[in-house]
């Protein structure tokens, strides 16, 4: 397992890099934002560890470029920044995860895991219902032949309700699925918020997903 550390505390960034290495994790590290992509020029990582306040520009601009581009890597945020509109605002640019510091090394240890294998588990087989067709690989879908377009964590919502064939998911599940972190600022509502929006994109192709009321959603075929 190969992970991209962009943080410019050098001492704080290489303590981490020692751990991990001894969780059997290589690390690369990167001090600024323009180090980091030189890095990812010429490396695949299986996870980035990515600081907010960067000497060259903010992380989140560097995450916001690589989801722009297609990236998919799992990105998780590593700052001293903690209010709930910065923590928002990095899990809408696309990041998987968030930690405070300060942290405790295990516990970003096991979260990089979770990342990391939740990553694998998604990149099966084409999951097909009806007209829609989604690739875990690029987590993209199509209705057709015309692409679907899905923010990360709408195609991450959509994996789970394929996934489950049809079987009724409770907003517990959703976001367990969708977040990797556990946050009481990110409550439940948010599961409404991502799946009124998933539905707007869904509207008229004949999938739709169904509110099963105290029990949670699920995706099914219009009748």
Do not use: W
């Not at 001894?22 to 600024?32: Q, Y």
């Not at 960067?54 to 601009?61: A, F, I």
């Not at 890597?73 to 910065?86: E, I, K």
């Amino acid at each position: 397992m190969r992970i991209l550390i962009v943080e410019d505390a050098t001492d704080m960034a290489e303590a981490v890099a020692i751990r991990l290495g001894k969780a059997g994790m290589a690390c690369d590290l990167a001090d600024c934002c323009e180090a980091a992509e030189d890095f990812l020029a010429v490396q695949r990582y299986d996870a980035i560890v990515l600081d907010i306040n960067l000497p060259d520009r903010s992380g989140t601009d560097l995450l916001s470029d690589l989801r722009a581009r297609g990236v998919r890597t799992p990105v998780l945020m590593l700052t001293a920044l903690f209010s709930v509109d910065d923590r928002v605002s990095a899990l809408n640019l696309g990041a998987d995860d968030y930690l405070v510091k300060p942290f405790d090394h295990r516990e970003l240890e096991a979260r990089l895991r979770a990342l990391v294998r939740r990553e694998a588990e998604q990149k099966t087989d084409t999951l097909t219902l009806g007209p829609l067709r989604f690739f875990p690989s690029s987590m993209t879908a199509e209705i057709g032949d015309a692409p679907l377009d899905l923010t990360r964590r709408e195609a991450a919502l959509l994996s789970l309700l394929l996934r489950n064939g049809g079987k009724v998911l409770s907003k517990e599940r959703l976001y367990d699925g969708l977040f990797a972190f556990d946050s009481a600022d990110v409550g439940l509502n948010a599961i409404e918020l991502y799946i009124g929006r998933l539905r707007k994109k869904l509207n008229g192709t004949g999938v739709s997903i169904e509110t099963q009321r105290r029990l949670g959603y699920r995706i099914c075929l219009d009748d």
